[in-house]
């Protein structure tokens, strides 16, 4: 860290954003294969806490690297400079008090948990997407894993890389077989229950 480089305190307080959305400020950090449906059910979350007041955001995997993270690959340290970054980012937009939420593949345990380690234990809840290989590869909705198994993708995430799945996420999603409206009402009553959301919105 460059010792001429301060942190600039604003005006307005973490608590006075929570106070005006009505809502408090969360990451919700959604993992799991390419396939797994971690992108529809962030967005369809983030469009059900929308259409209830909420102030939200999906940070999504395949926008990010079109512009955030362009000059980027997908080598181990690449992929962990794009979860350093995502992270940094979501943590803005968390004191911004927003609930936002990423959809990442994150394969790996320790980059996941630095991005927990940027904000308060209660800031961060993991969503793992759990899908399995096969049903991901067979939905293949990317066409990715056909090219992985034919060579023409590098280090892809079940193919030539791992993942390593979260050992204790908040929330477990089974993709494979739970409906999304179902998958969305557990998040969203999960979010209740913590009291980030009134429950009295879901009813």
Known sequence: ??????????????????????????????????????????????????????RTFVVDGDNVRHGLCADLGFTTHDRQENIRRIGELSKLFLDAGMITLTAFISPFRADRERVRKLVKDSEFIEIYCNADLAVCEQRDIKGLYKKARSGEIADFTGISSPYEPPQNPELVINTATETLENSVS??????????????DLIK
């Open 1 to 54: 860290m460059n010792k001429n480089i301060f942190h600039q305190s604003g005006l307005v307080s973490s608590a006075d954003r929570q106070l005006q959305a009505g809502h408090q400020p969360v990451i919700l950090w959604f993992t799991g294969f390419s396939g797994a449906g971690k992108s529809t059910l962030a967005h369809a979350v983030e469009k059900s806490l929308f259409n209830l007041g909420c």
């Open 186 to 199: 557990t998040v969203l009553a999960y979010l209740a229950q913590r009291g980030i959301i009134k429950s």
